[in-house]
């Protein structure tokens, strides 16, 4: 059965002080509300991962880092590893966030490395795909996403495909206020369930969680988290506010 997730992607926000007071009050407001069958994640800078993990009740929240090194150890200034993320108590990563493609100029060269090195130190990725405005308005949004996935994830076998968490965020709807009609989220994400059954088979698509990530809202959550094939969401700016993400926990 595939898992309800909500995973909040705090990006470059909140010192380590302000990220595990929110990380304590998410906790709290969690532990509280009898919010249950639903998987949060709290993905945090690299330098917030240990405070955090020691500031949450391990049984109810997962700690996400926003990223990792390509490589295992080296000469590489400035880098974080997997193996450094997993020794933070850390679990999850999230991998190819489009901010990460625009601004970094990740490939999917670089991105297949990082998902050897999050898999190899046993760590969930939640992989990240999606479109540009551009490629919606010019209808090419599907052949776009599935070369994405075609270049990467999909060159893994199934075993380990199964080890991985999917999120699909439409570039053109992420901090922009616009967000994806509740069709628009579902016809995606059923078109990447039905790439891997393609792919693979029909049993590993329905094994694999797959969330939306463009500004999903306390305000359309429950309308998103409706659809059959919309497992939950990867939340940026919803996320720093912890009522506001318990909200969007709850729309389940």
């Known amino acids: 059965m595939r898992k309800k997730i909500v995973a909040g992607n705090w990006k470059c926000n909140t010192t380590v002080k302000e990220g595990v007071e929110l990380a304590k009050s998410v906790n709290e407001l969690v532990l509280t509300s009898g919010a249950k069958d639903v998987v949060v994640v709290l993905g945090a800078p690299f330098t917030h991962l240990t405070s955090i993990v020691e500031a949450v009740d391990a049984d109810r929240i997962d700690v996400s880092s926003q990223n990792c090194a390509a490589e295992p150890k080296g000469a590489f200034t400035g880098e974080v590893s997997a193996s450094m993320v997993k020794s933070t108590g850390a679990t999850y990563v999230i991998l190819g966030h489009s901010e990460r493609r625009e601004y970094y100029h990740e490939t999917s060269v670089t991105l297949n490395k990082k998902l050897t090195q999050v898999l190899e130190q046993g760590l969930t990725p939640i992989y990240c795909c999606g479109e540009a405005l551009a490629i919606r308005e010019a209808g090419t949004q599907n052949e776009y996403v599935k070369q994405q996935l075609d270049e990467t ?100």
């Open 153 to 252: 994830i999909f060159l893994l076998p199934s075993e380990q495909l199964l080890k991985l968490v999917i999120a699909y965020e439409p570039i053109w709807a992420i901090g922009t206020g616009v967000t994806a009609s509740t069709q628009q989220a579902q016809d995606m994400l059923s078109f990447i369930r039905g790439l891997i059954a393609n792919k693979y088979n029909k049993e590993v698509a329905e094994e694999i969680s797959i969330l939306y990530g463009g500004s999903c809202s306390p305000s359309n959550a429950k309308d998103l988290f409706s659809q059959p094939d919309i497992d939950g969401g990867l939340i940026g700016g919803a996320s720093l506010k912890a009522p506001d993400f318990l909200a969007i926990i709850n729309a389940y």
